[in-house]
Structures are given as C-alpha cells and as structure tokens.
C-alpha cells in the first residue's frame, strides 16, 4: 500500500491589481465662471485709480497722524465727548428696541409652520431687502422727514434691525426642538399655546442673545450715522476732523473705543451665560 502524500498544498494567488479611481467629470461651466470671475477682479482692480506713489508713505502718514492725535489728547473735550457718547449709546438703544418690537412677532409669522406660506414669503424678501441697504442710506431717505436729529439715527438702526433680528428670529424658530411641540399638539393645544409652551421656552435664549448681540452692532452704527449730522459722538468727530483738530479727534476716539468694548464686554458676558443656562437646562 502507497502512503498517501498529505503535504500541505501551497496554493499561489495572483498579485492584486491596482485599482486606479475613475476620472474625475470635468465641469466646463466651473472653468468658465472662474475665468470670468478672475477677469472681473482685475478689471474692478485697474479701474480704481491708486497713486501708488503715495501709498509708499502710507505708513509714515499714519504714524504722524497718530502721533498727533495721541501724544497729548485734548483732556479737556472728554466731558463733552461721554455726553455725546451718551447720546449714541441712546440712539443705539431707542433703536433696538424698536427693531424687537416690530420684529417679534413678524419672526413667528415667517417661521415655517406658525405662518402661511404668502406672508413668509413677503416677509423673508422684506428682511433680505432691509439687509442689504446700509443704515445709512435709510438715515439720507428718513433725513427727509425727520430732519438732523438723533431720532433719524434711531429711526434708520431700527428698520435695519427689523431685517437682521427678523431673520435671525425665524431661524431660531424654525431651529427648536420637535419634541415639546409635537407634545403640545398632542395635547389637543392651539397654534397660541404651541407657540407660548413649545417654541417661546427653547427660543428665547436665542432671542435674547440676539436683541443683544443687535445692541452692540446699533452702537457702533450710531458712531458712524453721526457722519451725515444725526447727532452723536460721529457729528462730533466730524467737525473736529474737518478742522483738523488732532489733539480733540484723539481724545474723542479714546472716548469711542473704551465706552464701546466696555458695551461689548458686558452684552457679551451676558449673552454667554445666557446661552450657557440654556444648555445647562436641556442637559437636566
């Protein structure tokens, strides 16, 4: 009898292949947009007209400037400076709170499932045409009827808030948790009593955060509205700085900047431990 061969049996696999990834589709109208976009930069950049001569001393002009402003302030102007500051910081209020009470509720009434589909749809390109013209056109067209005074700048801050705090509203709304709303429902709840238990409690963080957030942007806007006369600190740096004035702009912009990151300092450590109780709430 023949012993049976029980050797292992090697057995030879093939070497794998390389497996090379499908071409990537090209996009003609990528390159197409590209190029165009490309051309349109450098033409918008040639079309300004730039004396770079000048701007080879731009750092040399800005040193002076500064030095003149800054090396012995007129200390005397800060009394007037904080008052008119205080009428900035005014106007930036009176304006913010108009912006939440005329945006409030229209934000609900934008939201998708508070409000009809029609009047979301004319309140969302409202707030997107509000958006996009500055504060300060809205002062010029106001300028017409109210004339120089401080409520024009309030009045102007207040309509653009109305487009940025709308929107912001009904992104908060749409952006709340199902659960306590699909649970109001169930309840046999109005549209009212969803609204009050299963939206307002998750969404008013947000919202204060925001009317906030809005504060701070309405003070720094309130500065620059005071270009065109409104009032203000902004009227009040114009004047000196057409009278080059340095010693006085210095002292004023001192005013400016410690009154506003003191502002922003405050609405924003306001702002975080109110968002931060909220979480510390959906947590428990």
């Not at 589909?117 to 996009?132: C, N, Q, T, W, Y």
């Not at 009593?193 to 963080?205: E, F, L, N």
């Not at 210095?250 to 609405?267: N, R, Y």
Request: proline share 7%.
């Amino acid at each position: 009898m023949t012993a049976l061969n029980t050797a292992p049996r090697t057995s030879r696999t093939a070497p794998a292949r390389p497996v090379t990834p499908p071409a990537k589709p090209r996009n003609p109208w990528r390159v197409v947009i590209t190029v165009a976009i490309t051309v349109a930069v450098i033409l918008v950049f040639w079309s300004v007209k730039v004396d770079w001569a000048r701007t080879v001393n731009l750092p040399a002009d800005i040193a002076r400037y500064l030095w003149l402003m800054f090396s012995n302030p007129a200390w005397d102007k800060v009394p007037e400076a904080l008052w008119q500051t205080w009428r900035s910081v005014e106007m930036a209020w009176v304006g913010c709170l108009l912006g939440i009470v005329i945006s409030f509720p229209l934000s609900f009434l934008a939201a998708r499932g508070i409000g009809p589909a029609p009047v979301r749809f004319v309140l969302r390109g409202l707030f997107s045409l509000i958006r996009a013209v500055p504060e300060i056109v809205i002062a010029i067209v106001i300028l017409s009827v109210t004339g120089l005074t401080p409520l024009t700048g309030a009045l102007a801050l207040a309509v653009n808030g109305i487009g940025t705090l709308g929107k912001w509203g009904y992104e908060a709304i749409e952006g709340v948790h199902p659960g306590p709303i699909e649970a109001v429902h169930a309840a046999g709840g109005s549209r009212w009593q969803t609204v009050r238990w299963g939206i307002w409690p998750q969404a008013s963080p947000e919202f204060v955060s925001f009317w906030l957030y809005r504060f701070e942007i309405n003070v720094r806007a309130s500065a620059v509205l005071g270009l065109i006369g409104v009032g203000g600190i902004g009227d009040m740096l114009t004047s000196y700085t057409q009278y080059r004035e340095w010693p006085t702009v210095g002292a004023l912009l001192i005013v400016v900047i410690i009154v506003t990151v003191a502002i922003d300092l405050t609405s924003g450590a306001i702002r975080r431990r109110i968002t931060e109780g909220s979480r510390v709430r959906d947590l428990a």
